[in-house]
T-cell receptor
Framework: GIQVEQSPPDLILQEGANSTLRCNFS?????LQWFHQNPWGQLINLFY???GTKQNGRLSATTVATERYSLLYISSSQTTDSGVYFC???????FGAGTTVTVRA | DTGVSQDPRHKITKRGQNVTFRCDPI?????LYWYRQTLGQGPEFLTY????????KSRLLSDRFSAERPKGSFSTLEIQRTEQGDSAMYLC??????????FGPGTRLTVL
């Protein structure tokens, strides 16, 4: 199956800071999604982004399909942004291991 | 709430017992997926249905696991003779005409 590599594995931010999360894929990009998993385990959809750039409030994402990677930007981070961020690819969603984000007040 | 729902949310069972989980997808979504997530890992694909047909099963789905979607609406995932290694979060997702999957809250299984 498709291999998904996420970096960094852990990220500690001061409230108000900006950050970039990255996903690299071993195969072609399609059906790419970004999720935020809350402390109760619920996966919350952030973006469906097989190519191009999208923005939703303080979050934005860019996928460069020809180079098999995607980036998630968090701007002006808040404590509520804490949690695990996953990217996933393919029709049956191969997930990376996640980036654990901790935002400190 | 018209999202994906799962029942139960938590299940504690003893090794060797059978358990069954239910997933109700978003109305009119014809594709339904099951995933398993262990601590510190991303979810892993188990199986998926298009309407009532089970189209693909992962090698993770051993003979003790069976999934059904008899009328193309809700789905059940049964684990027979549970083992401690089955302890995990079991996630269900559904997809309609577009390619975005939406997840339920999950069922957390603990096998003692």
């Amino acid at each position: 199956g498709i291999q998904v590599e996420q970096s960094p594995p852990d990220l500690i931010l001061q409230e108000g800071a900006n950050s970039t999360l990255r996903c690299n894929f071993s195969d072609s990009v399609n059906n790419l999604q970004w999720f935020h998993q809350n402390p109760w385990g619920q996966l919350i959809n952030l973006f469906y982004i097989p190519s191009g750039t999208k923005q939703n409030g303080r979050l934005s994402a860019t996928t460069v399909a020809t180079e098999r990677y995607s980036l998630l930007y968090i701007s002006s981070s808040q404590t509520t942004d804490s949690g695990v961020y996953f990217c996933a690819n393919d029709y049956k969603l191969s997930f990376g291991a996640g980036t654990t984000v901790t935002v400190r007040a | 709430d018209t999202g994906v729902s799962q029942d139960p949310r938590h299940k504690i069972t003893k090794r060797g017992q059978n358990v069954t989980f239910r997933c109700d997808p978003i109305s009119e979504h014809n594709r339904l997926y099951w995933y398993r997530q262990t601590l510190g890992q991303g979810p892993e694909f188990l199986t998926y249905f298009q309407n009532e047909a089970q189209l693909e099963k992962s090698r993770l789905l051993s003979d003790r696991f069976s999934a059904e979607r008899p009328k193309g609406s809700f789905s059940t995932l049964e684990i027979q003779r549970t083992e401690q290694g089955d302890s995990a979060m079991y996630l269900c997702a559904s997809k309609g005409d577009y390619n975005e999957q939406f997840f339920g809250p999950g069922t957390r299984l603990t096998v003692l």
